[in-house]
């Protein structure tokens, strides 16, 4: 079946201007989650859904990073004012549950932010 | 402060050799432990996972080894193939959080023919 799915799978814009990175998740996965890979460094976690609401943000950096998930499946990570450190590639993954001790998260290919 | 530690940032073998791919961890609180690998432009697919409970998992070529009492653990691929040069992660989570990975920076794996 399809994996999981981001576009664009590369977005260049200025410092300043607003983003948003788009996750299709597995079909059928109520878990969601976002996370961040810097240059050199592994992905760190940023915000998890289960359904609808955003279980837990605590790794969103500050207020210029909001994301939405407003049917339980498709998500948007939207970046305003963006910075020269925000360049990065953002990952999505997604599971089935979330909650469930093995349960595996399933990882799209990404999405490379340039922030010129 | 890095809790997940992989030193190695690359490691070079010979096809059809081991290859031992280590990671170092300093919150007593992780439960869980998993590998993943990643090629370019792709996303991280998943390898094997160990519990705590446990000391070795095995699945085909590839074996975790848990050592708790050092905080320390390692994937062994035998035999190392061509088509496992890749960048390898090595990812923890805590049972109060089990959605929240905590990954290292990656170990690059090259399996020379």
């Known amino acids: 079946g399809a994996g999981v799915s981001q576009t664009p799978s590369n977005k260049v814009t200025e410092k300043g201007k607003y983003v948003e990175l788009r996750c299709d998740p597995i079909?059928?996965?109520?878990?969601l989650y976002w996370y961040r890979q810097s240059l050199g460094q592994g992905p760190e976690f940023l915000i998890y859904f289960q359904g609808t609401g955003a279980a837990d943000d605590s790794g969103l950096p500050n207020d210029r990073f909001f994301a939405v998930r407003p049917e339980g499946s498709v998500s948007t990570l939207k970046i305003q004012r963006t910075e020269r450190g925000d360049s990065a590639v953002y990952l999505c993954?997604?599971?089935?549950?979330?909650?469930?001790?093995?349960?595996?998260?399933?990882f799209g290919p990404g999405t490379r932010l340039t922030v010129l | 402060d890095q809790q997940v530690k992989q030193n190695s940032p690359s490691l070079s073998v010979q096809e059809g050799r081991i290859s031992i791919l280590n990671c170092d961890y300093t919150?007593?609180?992780?439960?869980?432990f998993l590998w993943y690998k990643k090629y370019p432009a792709e996303g991280p697919t998943f390898l094997i996972s160990?519990?705590?409970?446990?000391d070795k998992n095995e699945d085909g070529r590839f074996t975790v080894f848990l050592n708790k009492s050092a905080k320390h653990l390692s994937l062994h691929i035998v035999p190392s193939q061509p088509g496992d040069s890749a960048v390898y992660f090595c990812a923890a989570r805590t049972g109060g959080s089990n959605y929240k990975l905590t990954f290292g920076k990656g170990t690059l794996l090259t399996v020379n023919p």
């Open positions: 079909s059928g996965h109520t878990a």
């Open positions: 919150n007593s609180m992780f439960d869980y």
């Open positions: 160990i519990s705590s409970i446990k």
């Open positions: 993954a997604s599971s089935s549950q979330g909650v469930a001790y093995t349960d595996t998260q399933y």
